[in-house]
């Protein structure tokens, strides 16, 4: 799989943004896949998932606030981010996993790739 992400963006706390990840590839090496993100200086923390049925799973910290999507080809995937938070700062990665991947780790033991970023600042 290719992933672009886009839809980073600077924003005020209680904002909102759309972040857009479009894949190409196999079906079967974005069986699941994901959002990460890393603030300055933080090591990269699972942020949502998404498995090949829909299922889907929210760090806590985020869970109420960012909702993951895909459309109906699997060709893209979306995070939406409202109520955004300072906290909420850092560069967010898109992931593709594999078949042999669980959505409870947020597809982290299958990741076949690794989108470039794109970044999200939330001021107060």
């Known amino acids: 799989a290719v992933l672009d992400e886009s839809g980073g963006d600077s924003v005020q706390a209680g904002g909102s943004l759309r972040l857009s990840c479009a894949a190409s590839g196999s079906i079967y090496h974005r069986y699941c896949m994901s959002w990460f993100r890393q603030a300055p200086g933080k090591e990269r923390e699972p942020v949502a998932g998404?498995?090949?049925?829909?299922?889907?799973k929210y760090a806590d910290s985020v869970k109420g606030r960012l909702t993951i999507s895909k459309d109906n080809d699997g060709d893209t995937l979306y995070l939406q981010m409202t109520g955004l938070k300072v906290e909420d700062t850092g560069m967010y990665y898109c992931a593709a996993a594999g078949v042999i991947s669980r959505l409870e780790v947020y597809c982290s033991d299958g990741i076949l790739r690794w989108g470039h970023g794109t970044q999200v600042t939330v001021s107060s």
């Open positions: 998404l498995d090949y049925d829909v299922t889907t």
